[in-house]
């Protein structure tokens, strides 16, 4: 059986990072990826209109000063595509692939306590052992396909966003239906419109949503940008969002109504999550929060045409926010298009798909293609979906069935030398993902560079600093807006799982500090020997 220091699995912006500090320090390291690239999130979501939500110019890897310099992105916000070939680029120059092996699922690895090292094995039937097992699996890689009555039944072609054909799909003259309207609906609809015959969206829950400005590249702020980019790049990493925005510096409750008017005329004009990060009590204050959500339909109010479609799409069932942010691109407008038809799914629910398309309480609608935009089993699906074996033969994806616990989101008592880039219990997803995975990824390198001066061969979070920081991360989530909603945060998309708000929500600035000192103190809370 092959020996390895680490085994990595993914090939993202994470494994590829773990990747390049772990060999750039002599270790030997076998990566596993399922897919057939480098690319993570974005070798899947080739869906039409995939498109970042954060800019283009401080979504990339921070340790690459001179590429910052000579990569040119052409749009503030990059479309699929250009990150996938900036990931490629960075794989090709760091020779990267070469430690990969993909088309190649781990499905399962357990933790010999005799040697301190895990066994791993992929869907292929390889073995291999190694010292440390990183998980880079990304938070958002696990389709949901919708358990819906008669799904296999449909004649006509069905599609998962999240696993889009890379050779695309040709919607022309197609009668499409459209099921899910988060992020990924949002920004495939207005694509899927300009191509389809008739497009029917088939809406449960109608999504809070901003406007995108997504434009070419400024030549002018790009220069300015790049003239700064260190700066820049301090500035996120010391950032509670991981990204160059002002934050918390406006109290919406302090404002009177024109004052706020003024303010959100303001924030929606420069769109994205700039409408989210200046507020201080956005997310703690239900009236605040509630005169947001007013200017936010009002906003789409005057986008719709008809107001009965206008009324529908606005979200009114969960705070702003607090389910994730859309960033749109003539959404709004999309349904102005006379073949465009919006199925409020709360007044006539999905009772079965048919052969001939999707029968719904009211009516079956004939479609040729079904999409479902129905979104992932967040940020612990790609996790308990292997069968990872602790010291005590126990499952992870048992220990986590009341939701997912452990110590700084890196590390899972009884799980020794396991380390989880972006895990459940850290930042993430409330970041800006490459800040976040970079600070993950530098804090496990340096932890097993430490291990490795000292000789020791073992690492485990302990009970005690484990249920410590799930309570920590429970209560600072509990004392925000965000578990009122039903997302994909809490894991309420997915039937039968634990519902807990799993993200850390106090900011990247505050959790780098908490990890650094945890590391400065000889790395408290876990066990080393
Ligand atoms: P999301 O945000 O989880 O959205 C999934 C959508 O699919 C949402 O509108 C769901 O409605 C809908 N859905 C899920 N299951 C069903 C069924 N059974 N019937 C009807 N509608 C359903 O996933 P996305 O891919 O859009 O975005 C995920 C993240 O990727 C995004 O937040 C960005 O961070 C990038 P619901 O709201 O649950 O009622």
Redesign the pocket.
Same mark, same amino acid.
């Not at 099921?179 to 609906?185: A, D, E, K, L, N």
């Not at 935009?373 to 992932?376: D, E, I, K, L, Q």
């Given at each position: 059986m092959n020996k390895y220091d680490a085994v990595i699995v993914g090939a993202g912006f994470s494994g590829l990072y773990m990747m390049h500090r772990l060999r750039e320090r002599g270790l030997s390291v076998q990566g596993f990826e399922a897919g057939s690239d480098v690319g993570g999130t974005w070798y899947w979501n080739r869906y039409p209109g995939a498109r970042c939500d954060s800019e283009s110019l401080s979504y990339s890897y921070s340790f690459l000063p001179e590429l910052d310099q000579a990569w040119h992105w052409p749009e503030r916000y990059s479309e699929q595509p250009e990150i996938l070939k900036y990931i490629n680029h960075v794989a090709t120059t760091l020779a990267l692939r070469e430690h990969f092996e993909f088309n190649t699922r781990v499905s399962s690895a357990s933790f010999e306590t005799t040697t301190n090292t895990w066994c791993v094995g992929t869907e292929h039937g390889e073995q291999l052992t190694a010292r440390f097992l990183i998980m880079a699996t990304g938070c958002?890689s696990m389709p949901?396909w919708?358990k819906?009555a008669g799904i296999d039944d449909f004649r006509g072609e069905r599609f998962h &966003? #999240?696993l889009w054909p890379h050779d695309g799909v040709d919607l022309r003259g197609k009668r499409v239906a459209v099921?899910? &309207? #988060?992020?990924?609906?949002i920004q495939s609809i207005p694509r899927i419109a300009s191509q389809a015959e008739e497009l029917f969206v088939?809406q449960?829950?109608a999504?809070h949503c901003v406007p995108a400005h997504n434009s070419p590249m400024d030549a002018e702020a790009e220069q300015a940008y790049k003239s700064r980019y260190a700066e820049m790049r301090e500035a996120a990493r010391r950032s509670m969002s991981g990204d160059v925005v002002r934050e918390a510096y406006i109290n919406i409750m302090d404002l009177g109504d024109a004052e706020l008017h003024e303010e959100l005329d303001r924030t929606w004009a420069l769109g994205g999550f700039y409408t989210q990060y200046p507020y201080t009590d956005l997310l703690t204050s239900h009236e605040a929060n509630e005169r947001v959500a007013e200017y936010s339909c009002n906003h789409i109010r005057s986008r719709v045409r008809d107001p009965r479609v206008a009324e529908l799409l606005c979200a009114k069932d969960h705070p702003f926010a607090t389910k994730?942010l859309c960033a749109d691109s003539f959404y709004f407008e999309t349904f102005n298009e006379s073949h465009v038809h919006l199925i409020d799914?709360k007044a006539t629910p999905?009772h079965a798909i048919e052969a001939a398309g999707v029968r719904t309480s009211e009516r079956l609608h004939e479609v040729d293609v079904i999409v479902f935009?129905?979104?992932?089993d967040a940020m612990t699906g790609a996790l308990t979906r292997v069968d990872l074996q602790g010291t005590q033969g126990q499952m992870l994806r048992e220990v986590w069935q009341q939701g997912p616990v452990n110590y700084l989101g890196l590390g899972v008592a009884g799980f020794p030398n396991l380390f989880t880039v972006t895990g459940p219990g850290s930042p993430s997803?409330l970041t800006t993902m490459v800040s976040s995975i970079e600070q993950h990824v530098e804090w496990i390198d340096e932890c097993m560079d430490w291990m490795g001066n000292r000789g020791a061969t073992r690492i485990e979070a302990t009970p005690d600093a484990q249920t410590k920081w799930v309570d920590y991360v429970n209560q600072s989530g509990n004392a925000t807006l965000f578990p009122e909603a039903?997302s994909?945060y809490v894991g309420a998309?997915i039937p039968g799982k634990a519902r807990v708000f799993m993200p850390y929500v106090n900011g990247l600035n505050i959790y780098r500090d908490q990890c650094d000192a945890v590391a400065d103190e000889g790395y408290t809370g876990f066990e080393i020997s």
């Open positions: 958002l949901n919708p819906i &966003t #999240g099921i899910g &309207t #988060g992020s990924t609906g088939f449960r829950t999504n994730r799914l999905i935009a129905t979104g992932f997803v039903n994909w998309n």
